[in-house]
């Protein structure tokens, strides 16, 4: 066989060979069965060498296939992600962040089976279909206002392809995200009245852009919050800066503020870039924090911002540096005065460090001589607004000017906790001379430690001149006789609590003061005229009416000013609600008293105070001295948190609570639901565990607001209606025992609970009651068992 297909291989090779000798031979061979085998047999290698040309040529289709779906996925995953439509779970092809895009109506979808809430869109460029910031909100449980708590920002961007191009709606990709936390209660509230040991994180409840001209090429956000804390509301929040090229969230600094200012973009150095300045003044002594932006070669973070600080100073220069230790005190006016100097001896250059920290001097000095020049209420104020401002001989006028003033500035400089101090030791550190700066220092510690140890530090001044020695000392001889009338016209701090409305005219004759013989006059923006609710005689609180006082009929305005306790401190606190649920807070001076029929009236004098717009919405102007009370804020809990640790307890409230309801018209007669069902509709209000009553056994107190009256009503009709009778939060209280103790809800007569306060003289509480036209103090009476 083998020799056979030796002898056939070269017949079959001369089949190439074009000859007709060979087409002969070929038919003659034809005929033999072994031909007849070689003919199956290249019929069959023709055909496999044909397959696997084939074979070969699909290989590569499909080589060629995986290569470009591979350039595909790395380049643009989303345009290979149709393979998982036929692709099994376990071979899903994983896109990372190139997730199919969604249209907006989605997102929102998303997010609301996730339980939360998505917030009003930002537009990122000119169209906000092509790009947006979105803030995620959650549901916060136990509260009356501001109940979304902003959890995340995510940054949109429309699709491009053509595939969602053509759809009718707008599909978005998520470009980036950002998880954000409000900042603890411990940074936002300074030491003083923050609560000890507290690390609570306050919720972010909304999301602005700074509008106008910011620092580019990025987008600025300002995320917010607010914080009550007694009478002072604080505000805070973070910064964050979108970075457009990275299309990158930053977080860039935390903030507060505890005069409620917003921080704004500002230009302070005067170069190309605004500068970020966030206000937290307090009083009269102000505060600002200015941050530049600064580059940092971090490819993510590319920027920071950064504090100009008086500490160290840019220049090795010791008049430089005189001017900041003194600036440092907060004698900014003649800091920026020295600078000034400074600049000119150097031609009016000054390092760029050196520059920032002047001007931020400057932006303090304009606010302390602007307060400075205003006409002040009170001497005492108009004195702190010119020794802030340092002006010391002007601040010694007022204080000669009338023994009233005397006594009215030896009551500051007593609660002066050592920031006058500071200064005066600031400014005698660098001039040692100045009589002025001698006096003041000499005042404060003869009102501080007594008039030996203030004559004892004035001898051991440098180079005092006798001149001088004799004036100061006539000076500590006045601060000698007012303490000591202050002493036998006072011997307790005022404590009043009123409401107050705005007056255009004044009849001298209707009111007592106590110089009888000068004319009132008007040294603020705006009269006030007080009605007292109740104050604090030194021994026991009284009530209006106060048909029991019974002044005598000589030295009539020495006994108000006695038993009111204002002869050493007249200034009163005015209390505004803003429409946003804001206080805002005034100072104001007592000027005059009255009364009549038993109704105690105060004449005070002070800057002018919002109108209240909705006397619905907000509270009455309330004015309390700052010794009156103060607040208790129980932390809340929900009926449903509050039913896992004391089932009883709400067991025996519910239907109490809506049997009230049915009884004020504020939900439908019938029959009270099962236990079960109003749990369900009522577990998420808020509560309030307290002991009011002194018998150590705390009263739950239940604050319901109108919308959730609005939702329940809803609830029960299965009718969406629309909340046009708005009301502010009303209040019942009921008693370890479920039962009602104080209601807002009775139709028989209108009042509001305003707030839960501690009195300085007893350590029980109070109700403090807005009335039709007045507040009331209340506290419970054991023996009548009920509030009065």
């Given at each position: 066989?083998?020799?056979?297909?030796?002898?056939?291989?070269p017949?079959?090779?001369?089949?190439?060979?074009?000859?007709?000798?060979a087409?002969k031979?070929?038919?003659?061979?034809?005929?033999?069965?072994?031909?007849?085998?070689?003919?199956?047999?290249?019929?069959l290698?023709m055909s496999?060498?044909g397959?696997?040309?084939?074979?070969l040529?699909?290989?590569?289709?499909?080589a060629?296939?995986?290569?470009?779906?591979?350039?595909?996925?790395?380049?643009?995953?989303v345009?290979?992600?149709?393979?998982?439509?036929?692709?099994?779970?376990?071979?899903?092809i994983?896109?990372g962040?190139?997730?199919?895009?969604?249209?907006?109506?989605?997102?929102?979808?998303?997010?609301?089976?996730?339980?939360?809430?998505?917030?009003e869109i930002?537009?990122?460029?000119?169209?906000?279909?092509?790009?947006?910031?979105l803030p995620?909100?959650?549901?916060r449980?136990n509260?009356?206002?501001?109940?979304?708590?902003?959890?995340?920002?995510?940054v949109?961007?429309?699709?491009q392809e053509s595939?969602?191009?053509?759809?009718?709606?707008?599909y978005?990709?998520?470009a980036?995200?950002?998880?954000?936390?409000?900042?603890?209660?411990s940074?936002?509230?300074?030491?003083?009245s923050?609560?000890?040991?507290?690390?609570?994180?306050?919720p972010?409840?909304?999301?602005?852009?700074?509008?106008?001209?910011?620092?580019?090429?990025?987008?600025?956000?300002?995320l917010?919050?607010?914080?009550?804390?007694?009478?002072s509301?604080?505000?805070?929040?973070?910064i964050?800066?979108?970075?457009?090229?990275?299309?990158?969230?930053q977080s860039?600094?935390?903030?507060?503020?505890?005069?409620?200012?917003?921080?704004k973009?500002?230009?302070?150095?005067?170069?190309?870039?605004?500068?970020?300045?966030?206000d937290q003044t307090?009083?009269?002594?102000?505060?600002l924090?200015?941050?530049?932006?600064k580059?940092?070669?971090?490819f993510?973070?590319?920027?920071?911002l950064?504090?100009?600080?008086?500490?160290?100073?840019?220049?090795?220069?010791?008049?430089?540096?005189?001017?900041?230790s003194?600036a440092?005190?907060?004698?900014?006016?003649?800091?920026?005065?020295?600078?000034?100097?400074?600049?000119?001896q150097?031609?009016?250059?000054?390092?760029?460090?050196a520059?920032?920290?002047?001007?931020?001097i400057?932006?303090h000095?304009?606010?302390?001589?602007?307060?400075?020049?205003?006409n002040?209420?009170?001497?005492?104020?108009?004195?702190?607004?010119?020794?802030?401002d340092?002006?010391?001989?002007?601040?010694?006028?007022?204080?000669?000017?009338?023994?009233?003033?005397a006594?009215e500035?030896?009551?500051?400089?007593?609660?002066?906790?050592?920031?006058?101090?500071?200064?005066?030791?600031?400014?005698?550190?660098v001039?040692?001379?100045?009589?002025?700066?001698?006096?003041?220092?000499?005042l404060?510690?003869?009102?501080?430690?007594?008039g030996?140890?203030?004559?004892?530090?004035?001898?051991?001044?440098?180079?005092?001149?006798?001149?001088?020695?004799?004036?100061i000392?006539?000076?500590?001889?006045?601060?000698?006789?007012?303490g000591?009338?202050?002493?036998?016209l006072s011997?307790?701090?005022s404590?009043?609590?009123?409401?107050?409305?705005?007056?255009?005219q004044?009849?001298?004759?209707e009111?007592?003061?106590?110089?009888s013989?000068?004319?009132?006059?008007?040294?603020?923006?705006?009269?006030?005229q007080?009605?007292?609710?109740?104050?604090?005689d030194?021994?026991?609180?009284?009530?209006?009416?106060?048909?029991?006082?019974?002044?005598?009929?000589?030295?009539?305005?020495?006994?108000?000013?006695?038993?009111?306790?204002?002869?050493s401190d007249?200034k009163?606190?005015?209390?505004?609600?803003?429409?946003?649920?804001?206080?805002?807070?005034?100072?104001?001076?007592?000027?005059?008293?009255?009364?009549?029929?038993?109704?105690?009236?105060?004449?005070?004098?002070g800057?002018?105070?919002?109108?209240?717009?909705?006397?619905?919405?907000?509270p009455?102007?309330?004015?309390?001295?700052?010794?009156?009370?103060?607040?208790?804020?129980?932390s809340?809990?929900?009926l449903?948190?509050?039913?896992q640790?004391?089932?009883?307890?709400?067991?025996?409230?519910?239907p109490?609570?809506?049997?009230?309801?049915?009884?004020?018209?504020n939900?439908?007669?019938?029959?009270?639901p099962s236990?079960?069902?109003?749990?369900?509709?009522?577990?998420?209000?808020?509560?309030?565990?307290?002991?009011?009553t002194n018998n150590?056994?705390p009263?739950?107190?239940?604050?319901?607001?109108?919308?959730?009256?609005?939702?329940l009503?809803?609830?029960?009709?299965?009718?969406?209606?629309?909340?046009?009778?708005?009301?502010?939060?009303?209040?019942?209280?009921l008693?370890?025992?479920?039962?009602?103790?104080?209601?807002?809800?009775?139709?028989s007569?209108?009042?509001i609970?305003?707030?839960?306060?501690?009195l300085?003289?007893?350590?029980?509480?109070a109700?403090?009651?807005?009335n039709?036209?007045?507040?009331?103090?209340?506290?419970?009476s054991?023996?009548?068992?009920?509030?009065e």
């Amino acid at each position: 066989m083998a020799n056979r297909w030796r002898k056939l291989m070269p017949k079959a090779a001369k089949r190439n060979q074009p000859h007709v000798g060979a087409t002969k031979h070929l038919a003659k061979k034809t005929d033999k069965k072994p031909k007849t085998r070689n003919g199956l047999f290249s019929t069959l290698a023709m055909s496999t060498t044909g397959c696997a040309y084939a074979i070969l040529l699909g290989s590569a289709s499909l080589a060629m296939a995986f290569a470009w779906i591979s350039i595909l996925y790395i380049f643009n995953p989303v345009q290979v992600s149709w393979l998982n439509k036929v692709l099994p779970e376990w071979a899903q092809i994983p896109l990372g962040n190139y997730e199919r895009p969604h249209t907006l109506k989605d997102i929102k979808l998303s997010l609301s089976k996730q339980k939360q809430i998505a917030g009003e869109i930002l537009a990122l460029d000119r169209d906000a279909e092509i790009s947006f910031l979105l803030p995620v909100f959650r549901q916060r449980a136990n509260c009356q206002s501001d109940c979304q708590e902003l959890v995340e920002l995510r940054v949109y961007q429309r699709s491009q392809e053509s595939e969602f191009q053509s759809q009718s709606e707008n599909y978005y990709y998520l470009a980036t995200q950002l998880s954000v936390t409000g900042p603890e209660e411990s940074f936002v509230v300074d030491a003083t009245s923050a609560p000890q040991d507290t690390n609570v994180t306050l919720p972010l409840t909304e999301v602005k852009r700074f509008e106008g001209t910011t620092p580019s090429p990025g987008i600025w956000f300002s995320l917010r919050g607010k914080r009550q804390q007694g009478t002072s509301a604080f505000a805070y929040g973070n910064i964050i800066y979108y970075n457009r090229e990275r299309t990158n969230l930053q977080s860039m600094l935390s903030w507060t503020s505890p005069n409620g200012q917003q921080p704004k973009w500002q230009e302070v150095t005067g170069d190309s870039e605004k500068e970020l300045v966030i206000d937290q003044t307090v009083g009269l002594e102000p505060q600002l924090q200015v941050y530049q932006v600064k580059p940092v070669k971090l490819f993510l973070k590319p920027i920071q911002l950064e504090a100009i600080a008086l500490n160290p100073p840019a220049l090795k220069d010791s008049a430089y540096q005189n001017a900041l230790s003194i600036a440092r005190s907060g004698l900014w006016t003649p800091a920026f005065e020295w600078l000034k100097f400074v600049q000119k001896q150097r031609k009016g250059v000054l390092p760029e460090a050196a520059q920032a920290q002047m001007d931020l001097i400057r932006l303090h000095s304009q606010l302390t001589k602007a307060q400075a020049q205003k006409n002040w209420a009170s001497p005492s104020q108009q004195v702190l607004a010119d020794l802030t401002d340092g002006r010391w001989g002007k601040a010694l006028q007022v204080f000669e000017a009338s023994p009233h003033n005397a006594q009215e500035i030896v009551t500051l400089l007593k609660a002066d906790e050592g920031r006058l101090w500071n200064r005066t030791v600031a400014a005698l550190r660098v001039n040692p001379n100045r009589s002025e700066v001698q006096a003041w220092g000499a005042l404060i510690l003869a009102v501080k430690r007594g008039g030996e140890y203030a004559n004892s530090w004035l001898n051991a001044q440098p180079q005092t001149k006798k001149d001088t020695l004799t004036y100061i000392q006539g000076l500590l001889a006045r601060v000698n006789s007012e303490g000591k009338k202050s002493q036998i016209l006072s011997t307790h701090p005022s404590q009043i609590i009123g409401s107050v409305q705005p007056i255009t005219q004044v009849n001298n004759a209707e009111w007592l003061q106590l110089n009888s013989t000068a004319e009132i006059k008007l040294t603020a923006d705006q009269w006030y005229q007080i009605e007292v609710s109740a104050f604090h005689d030194g021994k026991r609180w009284l009530n209006s009416p106060f048909e029991n006082l019974k002044p005598p009929k000589t030295s009539l305005a020495k006994f108000f000013w006695q038993t009111l306790g204002i002869s050493s401190d007249p200034k009163i606190q005015i209390v505004v609600w803003l429409p946003n649920g804001e206080q805002q807070i005034t100072i104001a001076t007592i000027k005059a008293v009255q009364l009549r029929s038993g109704i105690l009236r105060l004449l005070a004098a002070g800057v002018k105070i919002p109108e209240n717009q909705n006397n619905r919405l907000q509270p009455r102007p309330l004015a309390l001295t700052s010794a009156a009370l103060e607040w208790v804020q129980p932390s809340p809990i929900t009926l449903e948190a509050l039913y896992q640790k004391d089932p009883q307890k709400v067991k025996a409230i519910l239907p109490t609570v809506w049997r009230s309801l049915q009884q004020s018209g504020n939900l439908p007669t019938g029959a009270i639901p099962s236990f079960e069902q109003m749990e369900e509709k009522l577990g998420y209000w808020p509560v309030q565990l307290i002991d009011l009553t002194n018998n150590a056994k705390p009263e739950t107190v239940l604050t319901i607001s109108a919308a959730a009256i609005l939702s329940l009503n809803q609830a029960e009709s299965g009718i969406q209606e629309e909340n046009n009778q708005q009301y502010r939060p009303r209040t019942l209280i009921l008693s370890d025992t479920g039962k009602v103790i104080y209601t807002d809800f009775a139709e028989s007569y209108r009042q509001i609970l305003t707030a839960i306060a501690k009195l300085s003289d007893t350590h029980s509480l109070a109700l403090l009651v807005e009335n039709a036209d007045n507040y009331s103090l209340r506290r419970w009476s054991e023996k009548n068992q009920h509030f009065e």
